[in-house]
């Protein structure tokens, strides 16, 4: 377990930039030490903040796109091109502007695909193929992630995992079914906490004083079952991303006052 690490910058905007900036850096250290990288996406108003802002820095040609691995934290059980799914959000902001291998981009599977209406079932593939690009030295049945992305929601929920239903307390499987969500839709498929640990590096987005309280839960030693996203951490380093008013009910000495 990592300590969580804080950056605060001044705005959404500024935030998504540097975010996007740290990931192309990752990427290209990744690909320049293994070949690959591998890094889950997430959705949401920062999500695609960042990736918006990843399509539009310069320096994201230095990115080898065909040697990198998309997967994802959660997605909406929605049928394939829904603009609610994240996928569907993710090629919009970023990925249909870049040369990708499509065998590399790991996207959740949709309700009207294979698995209907059996989102149960649609989790146990996704888990599958998590666990077919697992190599020995995962140690597990996940790939260790370069960076693992997650928003937090205003309720502290991380992925599809929210405060108090069964998907946060799940101890063994790396992804499963979500009914009965409290933000719609209400049928979702999500990793898991111990899938999301998995990750060398996890980075928790948060922008917005409607995130404000959620980070300060989060932060001040919170249980997981009641705040999903303080059981969110990677092996070598948990980063939470802020703006200022997302931060602005945690203590200055949570984070340097270098943050900008």
Not at 15 to 36: C, E, H, N, P, Y
Not at 165 to 187: C, I, Q
Request: charge should be negative; charged fraction near 20%; avoid cysteine.
């Amino acid at each position: 377990m990592s300590t969580p690490q804080l950056v605060v910058h001044h705005d959404k905007e500024l935030m998504a930039q540097a975010a996007a900036a740290r990931l192309i850096t990752k990427i290209v250290d990744a690909q320049a030490s293994r070949g690959t990288a591998s890094v889950v996406l997430t959705g949401g108003r920062n999500g695609n903040g960042l990736l918006a802002a990843l399509a539009a820095a310069p320096a994201r040609d230095a990115v080898d796109w065909g040697r990198l691995d998309l997967w994802w934290g959660d997605e909406r059980y929605l049928p394939e091109g829904d603009p609610e799914r994240n996928v569907t959000q993710a090629r919009e902001a970023l990925l249909d502007s870049v040369p990708l291998d499509p065998e590399r981009v790991h996207a959740m599977p949709a309700s009207d695909g294979p698995y209907g209406a059996d989102v149960e079932a649609a989790a146990e593939a996704y888990a599958a193929e998590l666990a077919k690009a697992a190599g020995p030295e995962n140690h597990g049945s996940v790939p260790t992630f370069d960076v693992l992305m997650l928003g937090v929601g205003p309720d502290t929920h991380v992925a599809s995992l929210f405060p108090e239903l069964p998907a946060v307390r799940e101890t063994e499987r790396t992804v499963v079914g979500v009914h009965g969500a409290p933000k719609p839709p209400p049928t979702r498929i999500s990793l898991t906490l111990p899938a999301i640990r998995a990750a060398r590096e996890v980075w928790l987005l948060a922008a917005g004083d409607d995130k404000a309280e959620a980070a300060a839960i989060a932060l001040s030693g919170a249980g997981e079952i009641q705040a999903p996203a303080a059981g969110a951490y990677g092996r070598s380093r948990t980063l939470w991303l802020l703006d200022s008013a997302a931060a602005s009910q945690l203590p200055r000495s949570l984070y340097p006052p270098a943050s900008a």
